[in-house]
Structure formats: structure tokens, C-alpha cells
């Protein structure tokens, strides 16, 4: 199974300032990660697929990067609605088993 | 727009079954692998299950084979999870996802969950 390991656990951060969300994989997963954004009591979207592709509708405020072990998410001008747990997802895996990072908590001053 | 609605959840004892279902809308349901996820209280997601859009294949995580069985009826655009030999820690908030991204392997929307709770 691969693992995946996002960094920091949890921050918090004030309006208008850029953060970077990391997610390493226990072996490479070529570009075949995707970016969720989960805030509480609402359905998990889709940010990034194949490790920089923004979602249709994404802001482009959000950004990834990365191939092989290691990718990050960043995130630009932040705003309060940004306030969410960030997830990676690998789907380097056919048949699928797809891994989570366990998330990244993110607080908005 | 697309719309899944999840439901059936319930309040089930250890080793008892259950079936929930998903309603889609807003999008040719038949063209789509759909899949589902859960999250257990306080921790992160985690995928269950996923099927082909022609019902060809069924995939399963470790968590999941044995014991879940994915179905679907593309004329009434609904997805199933028949749970059985539930556990405690099947616990869980369950979302199905409808594979739209990356060549349709990715889950690029999802509905809101159903809540199903299993204990004594």
C-alpha cells in the first residue's frame, strides 16, 4: 500500500498570506495525485488532479505541484472560506487502492 | 448541475447488514465509474469501493472485500453499498463520488454523505 504523508498536520494562517501544504508518497506515484479540500458537514471537492490540473470552477489561487514522492498544494490570498482539511489522494494504482494523507487542518486568523 | 444524494444510513448492531444508496442526477449517469468513500468519526477519508460504468468491474479496498458488495442500476441512476458482518469500526460517514476526472479515475463530485453507526 502507499502511504501518504502530509505536512503540517494543521496551521493557521491570516488573510491575503500564500501557504503551502505538503504531501510526500512512499514510492512514486508519478504525477497521479489529486488535491481535496473537506470543509465540516459539506461534500469533499476536488481541487487538483494529475498533481497540478485546478478542477473545473477552482479559483486559481490554488495551485499544485510536484511528480514521483513529492507534491504541495499552495494556496494564495488566502480568504476565511479557504478555512477546510486539505487531503492528497494517489491513484497511481490499477486495479484502484487509492491511499489518503491523513490532511492538513487549515485555520484562518 | 450534478447531484448525488446519499441515504439509508442507520443505527446498526455488530455483525448486521445494510444497504445505502446514492441518487444521481444532472449528469448520463451510465457514462460514469462511480465510487464509494468514508470517514470515520475524527479521522481522515477513505476509499471503500468503486465500479465501472457498464457494471464490468467492481473494485474493493482491503477494509471493504468479503463483505461489501458495489452495485449499481444505471436505468434508475443509483448507486448501492450492501454492507454485511458489520463492525464497529465500519463506523462511518459514507460519500459516493462520481469519477469525472482524470480519464475518469479521480472523484470530481460528491454528495454529502450518509451517516451509518455501528454499535451495540
Known sequence: EIVLT???AALSASPGERVTLSCRASQSVSTQLAWYQHRPGQ???LLISSASDR???VSDRFSGSGS????????????SEDCAVYYCQ???NWPPNYTFGQGTKLEIK | EVQLLESGGALIRPGGSLRISCAASGFMFDKFAM???RQAPGKGLEWVSAMSYDLRGTYYADSAKGRFTISRDNSKNTLYLEMNSLRVE????YYCAKWGAAGGVVADDWGRGTLVTVSS
Not at chain 1, 68 to 79: K, Y
Not at chain 2, 90 to 93: L, V
Request: glycine letters at 6%.
Open chain 1, 6 to 8: 502530509q505536512s503540517p
Open chain 1, 43 to 45: 461534500a469533499p471537492r
Open chain 1, 55 to 57: 478542477a473545473h470552477g
Open chain 1, 68 to 79: 514521483g514522492t513529492e507534491f504541495s498544494l499552495t494556496i494564495s490570498r488566502l480568504q
Open chain 1, 90 to 92: 494517489q491513484y497511481f
Open chain 2, 35 to 37: 465510487s464509494w468513500f
Open chain 2, 90 to 93: 465500519d463506523t462511518a460517514i
